[in-house]
T-cell receptor, first 122, second 107 residues
């Protein structure tokens, strides 16, 4: 059974870079069938898709964050990562990684990690 | 961006009730529409994909319908485990977007 586990620093200072990693277990990240996404849940608000990456490195980002986001993949470690630069308090959120199913996030086989809280504060 | 709107925002219901949640898209998403269930502190769980197809392992009391801009999630005979927040999400166009959520509370 595929599982995803996020990890990260928890607390980041304003203007710094938030770096999160998602470790995939129980299955290979090197498959053409799925994409690998980051999503965040802002406090008291809904869900915002940040972007995804395919195992060959192709990415797609939300235009609202595109100038500050980079998603990378390490197939040798079966993990993918998120870098969000120049963070502010508005980036404080619960960050999820997910495997998109057939057709993308929301398709058959979509699985989410449990999420990791990131707080931006000095 | 395609805007997704759900109604109601909060719904009070009793065990055994039939519950209906609606989701509207600001433009057609064909049937590229998913429904999730989220409990506090937990990851969203996929219930329905392609508007009306049930994900493996999801109880049959959950069903979805709709096409293009108007969608519905129905829970037949609400169970105690179903009290949660439900989200719709379109994956027709980038950026993929979510509804604001519907919280199903105990009446």
């Amino acid at each position: 059974q595929v599982r995803l586990q996020e990890s990260g620093p928890g607390l980041v200072k304003p203007s710094q870079t938030l770096s999160l990693t998602c470790i995939v277990s129980g299955g290979s990240i090197s498959t053409a069938s799925y994409d690998w996404s980051w999503i965040r849940q802002l406090p008291g608000k809904g869900l915002e898709w940040i972007g995804y990456i395919y195992y060959r490195g192709t990415t797609e980002y939300n235009p609202s964050l595109k100038s500050r986001v980079a998603i990378s993949i390490d197939t040798s470690k079966n993990q993918f990562s998120l870098n969000l630069t120049s963070v502010t308090a508005a980036d404080t959120a619960l960050y999820f990684c997910a495997r998109g199913g057939l057709g993308g996030l929301g398709g058959r086989g979509t699985i989410w990690g449990q999420g990791t809280q990131a707080i931006v504060s000095s | 961006d395609i805007e997704m709107s759900q109604s109601p925002s909060t719904l009070s219901a009793s065990v055994g009730d039939r519950v209906t949640i609606t989701c509207g898209a600001s433009q057609s998403v064909s049937n590229w529409l998913a429904w999730y269930q989220q409990k506090p502190g937990k990851a969203p769980k996929l219930l329905i994909y392609k508007a009306s197809s049930s994900e493996s392992g999801v109880p049959s009391r959950f069903s979805g319908s709709g096409f293009e801009t108007d969608f519905t999630l129905t829970i037949n005979s609400l169970q105690p485990d179903d009290f949660a927040t439900y989200y719709c999400q379109q994956y027709h166009d980038y950026p993929w977007t979510f509804g604001q959520g519907t919280k199903v509370e105990i009446k």
